[in-house]
């Protein structure tokens, strides 16, 4: 079983940046794939980015490429979403997740963060 906790959300401003850490915990060896979905009221959660093996890198189907990045701390088995210039339409609940492969549909992951909350103001 895997504990995710993700932390860094927070409301900022349009164009500036905010970065998100998630620690993992327990067994967590058999998941390879660590990835970033967010949700925005009233919408579908979505994937936003993910690192398998802590170094191949995919985003998915929105506009976030050049902005946003993912990175993976092994020896602190955590991972960090860092968000640069922030849009208004980046707010949402964002949410890590592991799974043993990368896939741009939440069912494929096994464990999941309570969300960290990002708001972007204009």
């Known amino acids: 079983q895997v504990q995710l906790v993700e932390s860094g959300g927070g409301s900022v401003q349009a164009g500036g940046s905010l970065r998100l850490s998630c620690a993992a915990a327990?067994?967590?060896?058999?998941?390879?794939?660590m990835g970033w979905f967010r949700q925005a009221p009233g919408k579908e959660r979505e994937a936003v980015i993910t690192?398998?093996?802590?170094?191949?890198?995919?985003y998915y189907d929105v506009p976030v490429r050049g902005r946003f990045t993912i990175s993976q701390d092994n020896a602190k088995n955590t991972v960090y979403l860092q968000m640069n210039s922030l849009k208004p339409e980046d707010t949402a609940m964002y949410y890590c997740?592991?799974?043993?492969?990368?896939?741009?549909?939440?069912?494929?992951?096994?464990?999941w963060g309570q969300g960290t909350q990002v708001t972007v103001s204009s």
């Open positions: 327990g067994y967590i060896y058999n998941n390879n794939c």
């Open positions: 997740a592991a799974g043993r492969y990368c896939d741009g549909n939440p069912m494929t992951y096994n464990a």
């Open positions: 690192i398998y093996s802590g170094d191949i890198i995919k």
